[in-house]
């Protein structure tokens, strides 16, 4: 039983450290635009039939494990920053194209762009990755000429795309999503409205990710005390003998 018990508390501790690292990443990101908060989930691992006599249906429990980690795309605030060159979507399925600079594909709501110097004109980039916009047809934009007369219609050149389901989307390390075989392919939506001058901010709620720190800390300092307990207890019993 001690056996069980340490092992149930070691998981404790470690899914619990899982949990303090995604809530620790949201609230790194709380100032981060177009940011989407994640969501831990937690599941309990098998329970096991304890033979009883007097008991016969008591079961124990192998402790909790972090099933996973959801995201959550409900709107942030929109921030007025009366920059052409920065775009917001106003609905929650809505993303930009990023073509990152190894060729890998993601969508990201943070449409703080910028322009950069190429050949004879100027590459719209994301200002959060080192990578370039698409429009709706996957192509770099490239901006030739007097660039203002471009800057103006942003909102109709770049690329607005979403998806069949978003909670089938990857979430990358960095933020942006990948698209995965549950959410679907993207799929150009012109009908989707942008906002030009505009950035949506974190929909991380920094009083509720404190909240929710300081609960899984105390979940994760009581499995650790009851590691300490049982340790405690099989070397009272090893010294017995």
Known sequence: MASLAFHTATTGVMEHQKALDSLAHNIANVNTYGYKEGLESFQDLLYTKVDSVTEPNVTVGHG????????????GTLAQTERNLDLAFDVPNGFFRVVMANGDVAYTRNGNFELREYGDGFLLVSGAYNGYITDANGNAILLQGSTDEYIEDLEYIVGKFSFD???GLWRNDNGSFAETVASGAATSDDSIKLRQGYLEASNVDYANEITEVIKVQRSFQMNSRMITITDEIVDTINNLR
């Open 64 to 75: 909790a494990r972090l099933a996973k980690t959801d995201t959550s795309f409900v709107q």
């Open 165 to 167: 389901n978003l909670d």
